[in-house]
């Protein structure tokens, strides 16, 4: 599991200025941390992320990482087995990848504009699996 300490110094290390904010509400949401974990090979994460690339960009939704998390995955070998973090505050949905050593490979965060509704495990990133999973 990724600790608070992990997750600051990977975000103090982005160059992108949006990922300011989110460090922010994460820092007084330390709480939000513990949402869940798993446990996936990076084939299966950088599958899953390249969905969620297409369903945000489609629905309009802010996303920061997304590439460069995908685009570390690639180079990460295929059966490799990662550990995957859901990090919640209240205007973002965040999945951070890491290896067993809890060295983070990457982040991505989603805006979160469904107030209240839970992220399906292994969600394919679609509104209608959304829903399913929140009925």
């Known amino acids: 599991?990724?600790?608070?300490?992990?997750?600051?110094?990977?975000?103090?290390?982005?160059?992108?200025?949006?990922?300011?904010?989110?460090?922010?509400?994460?820092?007084e949401n330390s709480n939000a941390l513990?949402?869940?974990s798993r446990k996936a090979t990076a084939?299966?994460?950088?599958?899953e992320f390249s969905i969620k690339k297409i369903s945000t960009a489609r629905?309009?939704?802010?996303a920061v990482g997304l590439?460069?998390?995908?685009?570390?995955?690639?180079e990460i070998d295929k059966e490799s087995v990662l550990d995957v973090?859901?990090?919640?505050?209240?205007?973002?949905v965040g999945f951070c990848v890491s290896e067993e050593s809890q060295r983070i490979i990457g982040c991505t965060f989603v805006k979160?504009?469904?107030?209240?509704?839970?992220?399906?495990?292994?969600?394919?990133?679609?509104i209608e699996e959304l829903n399913k999973f929140n009925s």
């Open 43 to 47: 084939l299966s994460l950088k599958n």
């Open 112 to 126: 979160n504009v469904r107030s209240g509704k839970k992220t399906p495990p292994n969600w394919d990133g679609t």
């Open 85 to 92: 973090q859901e990090i919640r505050t209240p205007a973002w």
């Open 59 to 62: 629905a309009n939704i802010q």
């Open 1 to 27: 599991m990724i600790h608070l300490l992990e997750l600051k110094e990977f975000f103090l290390n982005q160059p992108k200025e949006e990922w300011g904010a989110i460090f922010l509400e994460v820092d």
């Open 34 to 36: 513990a949402n869940f």
């Open 67 to 74: 590439d460069d998390l995908i685009e570390r995955l690639e």
